[in-house]
């Protein structure tokens, strides 16, 4: 979502203040609130502009004033421009010239979320919860989250030399990449045993319409015959809102989708379906994981509160706020949390995910059992949740389930390399109606 807003100056708003009339004796002292508050602020920033050591130009001291004002309040809201501000509108237009992480800092550390499928980190086998400490033999620490992003990104072709730390292995890694253009392809389809399986990577501008050709070209790929559907949002790190609502639905006939709400208690807006519903009726089994975040968690959560879906995996990032993108001039734009997004249900998925219905481990990934997954939960300052709702788990007993005790050599032996996916298809074909063939016998 993009706004043109036209913003008062410091000083000019200082003197709009003054000006405004008293209705109130609460209103009166709310503004000769504020108005301290700003003048503190100005006193502060004309000391620091006579006295620092070395002289600092206007727009600096506004520029930190305003990226700290925003990093008190959550991860998500921020401050672009420039060259920030072209990253911010390349990764929503969906290309940009890196190696395709997603990744957050954590106390001075950059931290990964997820690397997007076949992208150079995805190819050099990174994984959420690995620490990039090096970048080309700088040490990566206590810088801003756009700065690390900066270093990552560049110009295709040209090679970066990264050095990960990960949770559970004694030495570093030291990998060696290649810049592309990240072109993100935000949806996928293919067809495997008679199941259909759309991989859903990102939320950019085309991502509803790319599923729904993508459901169409299943159906006719089958013949109609389609056990079912996997709709695959692992490591998906969300996008636009309203591509999660044509994701969604394209499998729902009716309903509630998702509604956000904001600061007011009467701020709420509500987005359902309209009649339709692609797969017509068959099985469709949603996958998640610790990346799987935001936009990704609204489809996720719209299909398990419809029971329209049956949710398998781990539980998702937790990332249950709305950020409104407000262009403030030709080359700036705030990135401001507005709203909490709920489920059909009324739940929020802030910092506490989507718990799925069924829990399926990653057993392919020999480091699944140790390696620490970053979430939504754990960044500082991130939004606490309103109001909690117990979730409905279908499976849970704490002893060892015996389906999922296989490693990855063993896995690997019989030709599976994703088990997750291995494990949803299956479930497909098992819950698939069978024909049964009656021998008519003569009668005695």
Request: charged share 25%.
């Amino acid at each position: 979502m993009q706004r043109l807003a036209k913003l008062l100056p410091p000083l000019a708003l200082v003197g709009a203040l003054a000006l405004v009339p008293v209705t109130t004796t609460a209103m009166a002292a709310a503004e000769s609130s504020t108005q301290k508050e700003l003048e503190t602020f100005f006193g502060v920033f004309e000391r620091v502009r006579a006295n620092y050591v070395d002289k600092v130009d206007d727009h600096t001291l506004i520029k930190g004033a305003i990226d700290g004002m925003l990093a008190a309040l959550d991860p998500h809201s921020s401050y672009a421009e420039a060259s920030d501000f072209v990253q911010l509108r390349t990764t929503t237009e969906g290309n940009y010239g890196g190696l395709g992480i997603s990744v957050s800092t954590e106390d001075g550390a950059v931290k990964v979320i997820t690397a997007t499928e076949d992208t150079p980190a995805d190819r050099a086998g990174i994984k959420p919860g690995d620490y990039i400490t090096h970048i080309n033999g700088e040490f990566l620490y206590g810088f801003t989250l756009d700065e690390a992003v900066e270093k990552m990104r560049g110009r295709p072709g040209t090679a970066v030399k990264l050095t990960i730390v990960r949770p559970g292995r004694d030495k570093p890694l030291d990998l060696s990449l290649v810049r592309e253009r990240i072109e993100l392809k935000p949806v996928k389809w293919e067809v495997k045993d008679n199941v259909g399986i759309v991989n859903v990577n990102g939320f950019s501008a085309n991502t509803g319409a790319l599923t729904r050709e993508a459901l169409v070209s299943i159906d006719k790929a089958t013949g109609g015959r389609a056990l079912g559907y996997i709709v695959d949002l692992r490591s998906n790190p969300g996008g636009l809102l309203d591509q999660a609502i044509e994701v969604s639905d394209a499998f729902l006939e009716q309903g509630e989708i998702v509604s956000e709400r904001g600061r007011e208690p009467n701020d709420i807006e509500r987005f359902y379906a309209k009649p339709g519903d692609l797969t017509k009726g068959k099985p469709v089994i949603v996958l998640v994981d610790a990346g799987s975040a935001s936009a990704a968690e609204i489809v996720a959560g719209a299909l398990q509160d419809h029971r329209r879906a049956v949710v398998m995996g781990e539980r998702s990032f937790g990332k249950g706020s709305v950020q409104s993108v407000i262009q403030t001039g030709p080359q700036s734009a705030l990135r401001l949390t507005t709203a909490r997004y709920y489920t059909p249900s009324g739940k929020s998925v802030q910092a506490g995910g989507i718990t799925p219905d069924i829990s399926v481990p990653q057993l392919s990934d020999e480091d699944f059992k140790t390696r620490r997954v970053l979430r939504e939960s754990d960044l500082r300052r991130h939004l606490v949740t309103q109001a909690k709702i117990k979730d409905e788990v279908l499976e849970d007993d704490e002893r060892p389930d015996p389906r999922f005790t296989a490693t990855a050599a063993e896995l690997q032996k019989q030709g599976i390399k994703d088990y997750q996916l291995h494990y949803a298809i299956n479930a497909l074909k098992r819950a698939a109606p069978r024909t049964v063939s009656v021998a008519k016998t003569a009668g005695r």
